[in-house]
């Protein structure tokens, strides 16, 4: 009977097509695998799996059988991996995953500045604004040390701590102890932005001299020149140090070593315009890291669609096409282009940052709010963190953890990289005075108050209050060819901008609402035209924002004497400043004339310098230009509404004025008035 019943059994499984089987049902299970070095084995593990057959395809076209096996890629690259498990009747299952395969590390790691760094345990980050270097552990501060003034950059080796601050000086800091052991004074108006150990030996850049300094036990001396360099990376016995402000037509990052230096240039990048990319000089290079395995330099920092406008191209500029993102990665041996990130909705690259074994790379984005990982080899994007903050430029990374510092926030913000998940682990703060609402206004580009697609900030024209060195065509706002003006020595009461068409500061509204594509900080739908009637007092991020903006102070002048006073030489052209009618003009503490006139109109001047791309005021002819300030002037080149002279020399001659050696030595070592 039970065997009629088991045929009867069997022939109804047949009908209903349902498979006879037998034994376990196979599982493919392995291991989730480290960073694999190119051209030495690596271990693979499936233990754990049912079956009876296993088969390896490691994504090279290559296989191999075994529940446990290894592997030797050749090339570095990320590789699906397969396994099969596989019964005696057939059936199948397979587990995957990536191997992330790269080259080995330097025995000796490479360096780079930065505002933050990390060792063990403990994180460092600098407050500029309030002289100090913040020490964390865990989610805590646990101490502050008071340094020179206005640190800007970190540097990291062993238990030495190398600070560089914009007043003037280098610090070394021992971590064991937490105490000052050297300081170096670099020069007045050296500016120093940068530091990085070369081997035991610390290197500054220092922009106000043009300087690559190496720091010896007698001091300060230059080994290279380094026009604009605000940041280094080493490896090695070779230096890194992209200009931060490009020249009108390419940028440039300097390579340095002991006995040679070369220049790479960074050509514009050709576009073509559109929604997720855009043309562009490359600019604001403020961040530089070489790649763990020495074989790959970055840099980052913004690009600049300069050849779009009206005049230039008979196309206006739009949100999406003026400023955006720029990061490259170069062959460290040959100079060649490697890879470029293909970034959307970002501004400006304010920090980078390698995991140690080179497999990935941070990127934190200044205004943007967001930090990017991406893989080290391609720069393709592979994960990052959303809404992290305001003003974020610094990163640091163990490859477990990722320390990110909103400068602006005054915040360190902590993600884990293993979970990869997008909300911070913790925020600490760091300032014991809290963020500057200003400042957050300022640097926003995340704020779609600001801007509608995370392009444009205040700071992606004015970093630090200064400006990017570059000439805009600005024919579809009614205005022309327009040089980037510095926010040093604002007038009190207006106006402002080269045709003087706002009058009060709080009309960046308009600016930022018309050309940045933001919603704007108003809190009505009323937008009052400039020259028009007041904002100020209408919104209280505007006039935050006004308030920060008249803050910003000149950087001092390396053309000035050791302790900071005016040259012998400068002495003279005073005089000759005061014979040629310059102060007719160029008068005041703010060496400006701007204002008003008696019956309203702002104070414009025609000094022969209008020419046809000068173009119109707000859509009206342009009879003359609001005078600028030379408080700063050493900083603010190129020169003229139009950026045409590249030095003062240039400017001086565009004014009918010979340029007498003596007066340009008295016109860049203006720092604060006459």
């Known amino acids: 009977m039970g065997g009629v019943l088991g045929m009867w059994a069997l022939v109804a499984c047949i009908e209903e097509d349902v498979p006879v089987v037998s034994g376990e049902e196979p599982e493919a299970v392995m291991d989730g695998g480290a960073v694999g070095f190119a051209g030495e084995p690596v271990s693979l593990d499936g233990e754990g799996s049912v079956g009876d057959r296993f088969t390896w395809e490691f994504g090279d076209g290559a296989t191999a059988a075994g529940i446990q096996t290894e592997h030797t890629w050749a090339e570095p690259g990320r590789y699906a991996v397969r396994l099969v498990a596989e019964s005696a009747d057939g059936r199948t299952d397979v587990a995957t995953r990536t191997q992330v395969v790269v080259h080995r590390p330097l025995a ?40 020179c003034g206005e640190p800007t950059s970190l540097a990291l080796r062993g238990e030495r701590l190398l600070v560089a601050c914009r007043l003037d000086a280098v610090q070394e800091w021992d971590l064991a102890t937490g105490t000052l052991t050297e300081e170096w004074a670099t020069g007045w108006g050296s500016r120093p932005e940068a530091v990085v150990f070369v081997g035991e030996r610390p290197w500054v850049a220092a922009p106000g001299s043009d300087a690559l300094m190496v720091l010896e036990e007698s001091g300060p001396e230059i080994v290279a020149s380094a026009d604009h360099a605000h940041a280094l ?88 096409t003026a400023s955006r993102a720029w990061l490259r990665a170069f062959d460290s041996s040959t100079d060649e282009l490697l890879a470029r990130a293909p970034f959307d909705n970002r501004d400006v690259v304010g920090a980078v940052a390698f995991t140690p074994l080179g497999e990935s790379l941070l990127v934190a984005h200044l205004g943007a709010g967001v930090v990017d990982v991406l893989d080290a080899l391609t720069l393709t994007r592979i994960g990052g963190f959303q809404n992290v903050g305001v003003g974020l430029d610094g990163v640091a990374t163990d490859g477990a953890t990722a320390w990110v510092l909103a400068s602006v926030d005054k915040e360190l913000v902590v993600f884990d990289l293993v979970s990869g998940s997008p909300d ?77 068409n706002f009058d009060e500061l709080q009309d960046f509204e308009n600016a930022i609402r018309d050309h940045q594509g933001g919603t704007g900080f108003l809190h009505d739908d009323t937008v ?77 001047h025609d000094v022969g310098t209008l020419v046809a791309h000068s173009g119109e005021r707000s859509g009206d002819p342009l009879t003359g230009l609001r005078t600028p300030t030379l408080v700063g002037l050493q900083a603010t080149a190129p020169y003229l509404h139009d950026g045409r002279a590249a030095t003062v020399e240039a400017a001086l001659e565009a004014h009918g004025v010979s340029s007498d050696p003596a007066l340009v030595q008295y016109l860049l070592e203006i720092e604060d008035g006459p």
Not at 238 to 257: I, Q, T, Y
Not at 489 to 498: K, M, Q, R, T, Y
Request: glycine share 12%.
């Open 233 to 320: 990376a080493s490896a090695g016995e070779v230096v890194w140090a992209p200009r931060f402000l490009s020249a009108p037509d390419e940028g440039a990052l300097h390579r340095v070593g002991t006995d040679s230096a070369a220049t790479i240039p960074l050509p514009p990048d050709p576009g073509p315009d559109s929604d997720t990319d855009a043309r562009g000089l490359p600019n604001l290079l403020g961040a530089v890291a070489v790649r763990p395995d020495g074989r790959a330099v970055v840099v980052g920092g913004s690009k600049a669609n300069l050849e779009r406008g009206l005049r230039r191209d008979g196309l206006a500029l739009t949100p999406e």
């Open 424 to 500: 911070p682990t913790a925020r600490v703060p760091l300032s014991q005075v809290g963020p500057d609402l200003g400042a957050q206004v300022f640097h926003g580009a995340g704020d779609r108050r600001m801007s509608r697609d995370a392009y444009l900030s205040c700071a992606s024209c004015h970093p630090a209050g200064g400006h990017d060195g570059q000439t805009w065509d600005f024919s579809d706002r009614g205005e022309g060819f327009r040089d980037t003006q510095a926010l040093f020595a604002l007038p009190d009461a207006g106006p402002f901008h080269w045709s003087a």
């Open 528 to 604: 009052t035209e400039p020259l028009g009637a007041p904002k100020a007092g209408r919104g209280l991020e505007l006039d935050a924002l006004a308030e920060y903006v008249r803050a910003f102070s000149p950087p001092r002048s390396s053309y000035r004497d050791d302790d900071g006073s005016w040259s012998d030489m400068a002495e003279a052209g005073r005089a000759v400043f005061l014979a040629e009618g310059c102060d007719g003009c160029h008068a005041g503490p703010e060496m400006s004339d701007a204002g008003w006139n008696d019956d309203g109109t702002p104070i414009l």
């Open 108 to 147: 000796e790691p490479p360096n780079h500045s930065g505002r933050l760094v990390h060792a063990g345990g403990r994180v460092y980050a600098v407050l500029p604004d309030e002289d100090l270097i913040v020490v964390v552990e865990g989610t805590a501060v646990v101490d502050r040390w008071a340094t």
